[in-house]
């Protein structure tokens, strides 16, 4: 199966240190891009038309709290990860299955309910997005025999540690060791408590336990204080801004980064479903607070949102680049804005308007149901059409 997409007018590659790739159209054969380059030719059994349009990487929510399939019983929402689909999210990483009514806290329990959301979205992509879930939260008395067990049955990452039991530096250390060990991507609460009954995470508990994510680095949705955040970007784990955060330390973060030249760093997620609510749109806000208000480059605003997170959480998405998955975001400049093209809205604090979203090759909708609609909008000009957005 081999498509092609033409006249992409930018093409942005998720790489920080490159982010603007030289070339005007992109072959997918089998899901995966095959080539990139100029005026590449129509033999294929899909042309996808970008119309001059921009395409990026399919963004990655690197801290959504689903529970199974797309139903979030926190905010009693269905379909929300489709939502988020429609605002340019293909890749999903779970920071811990929190909201599952009755969640066991017991060892067996919390190792039993990592294995199988690991292994349910392992099974069910909702709205085509691939979601990595299967976040235990550690609770006192974890061995490294349950690292193991929860590893060698196709768990990868390690819930927000502070929202179980392990809230202290000491107790975390070791339990990250065996995670790193056992090849777990590990990520930590920090700032003010979510909900009551859980404690703070300051800086110092999160140098002791050495993750490789500070999770909302500017709260969620309590923020770290700003000399705290400044001690965490001058190390080398991963800060993650969110949406369901505070949006004046997300900018000191960025501040900080910068100076430090730490933007590879960075990585953006929602933190929803959340007590915030579900922000089908909420990625994209951030990358439009980071370019518009923050001032970044936005085509390293969207790294910051796809190559920066796949490097942390090591997945084969992310990039436009050969032998990586074909997901894919074409969008433009909303019908209205100041802006000709979508970095151009992104820089000037709109959101562009996502006409299609390929997800392996395969086109999983046209014009988004969420965005507004993009200026110029991608059509399949050969082979099946798309499922039509809108509502
Ligand atoms: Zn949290």
Same mark, same amino acid.
Do not use: C, Y
């Given at each position: 199966m081999k498509t092609v997409i033409k006249n992409i007018g930018q093409l942005v590659s998720?790489? +920080? $240190?490159? @982010?603007?790739?030289?070339? *005007?159209s992109l072959v997918i054969v089998n899901g995966r891009i095959a080539a990139l380059g100029r005026?590449?030719? *129509?033999?294929?059994e899909v042309v996808i038309d970008a119309r001059g349009s921009t395409v990026m990487p399919g963004l990655i929510d690197s801290h959504v709290h689903p %529970?199974?399939?797309?139903?979030?019983p926190r905010q009693r929402a269905v379909d929300f990860i489709d939502s988020a689909m429609n605002g340019g999210v293909t890749t999903a990483i779970s920071?811990?299955? %929190?909201?599952?009514?009755?969640?066991?806290?017991d060892i067996v329990g919390l190792k039993a309910l990592a294995i199988v959301a690991a292994k349910a979205y392992a099974n069910f992509r909702p709205g085509g997005v691939k979601v990595h879930a299967g976040a235990p939260i550690l609770e006192l008395g974890m061995t490294e025999a349950d690292f193991a067990e929860m590893a060698a049955a196709g768990v990868t990452l390690v819930g927000? +540690?502070?929202?179980? /039991? %392990?809230? !202290?530096g000491k107790d975390a250390a070791p339990m990250v060791r065996w995670a790193k060990q056992h090849g777990m991507t590990v990520t930590i609460h920090t700032g003010g408590? /979510? +909900?009551?009954?859980s404690s703070p995470i300051d800086a110092d508990v999160v140098l002791e336990a050495d993750p490789h994510v500070v999770g909302h680095i500017n709260g969620g949705t309590t923020s770290l204080t700003p000399p705290e955040i400044e001690r965490l970007v001058a190390t080398e784990m991963a800060l993650e801004i969110v949406q369901c955060g505070n949006m004046k330390t997300a900018l000191h973060t960025l501040r900080v980064a910068r100076e430090a030249r730490a933007t590879h760093r960075i990585i953006v997620g &929602?933190?929803?479903? =959340?007590g915030t609510g579900v922000i089908p749109l909420g990625v994209l806000r951030t990358l439009s607070l980071l370019?518009?208000?923050?001032?970044? *480059?936005p085509a390293e605003a969207v790294a910051c949102a796809t190559g920066n997170t796949a490097r942390v959480y090591k997945l084969d998405v992310g990039t436009i680049a050969e032998? $990586?998955?074909?997901?894919l975001v074409v969008c433009d400049a @909303? !019908?209205? /804005?100041?802006?000709? *093209?979508a970095l151009g809205a992104l820089a000037a604090g709109d959101l562009p308007g996502i006409s299609m979203v390929l997800i392996d090759g395969a086109v999983? +909708?046209?014009? =988004?149901? &969420? !965005? @507004?609609?993009?200026a110029r909008a991608a059509a399949v000009v050969k082979g099946s059409e798309p499922s039509q957005g809108g509502h």
């Open positions: 998720g790489d +920080i $240190r490159a @982010p603007r790739l030289d070339a *005007d005026g590449l030719d *129509d033999d294929a %529970v199974f399939g797309d139903f979030t920071a811990g299955e %929190v909201h599952l009514p009755g969640r066991p806290k927000e +540690i502070g929202l179980g /039991s %392990v809230k !202290t408590p /979510s +909900i009551a009954g &929602n933190d929803a479903p =959340s370019a518009g208000l923050g001032g970044l *480059d032998g $990586r998955a074909a997901d @909303p !019908t209205g /804005s100041i802006a000709q *093209d999983t +909708i046209g014009r =988004s149901r &969420n !965005t @507004p609609p993009a």
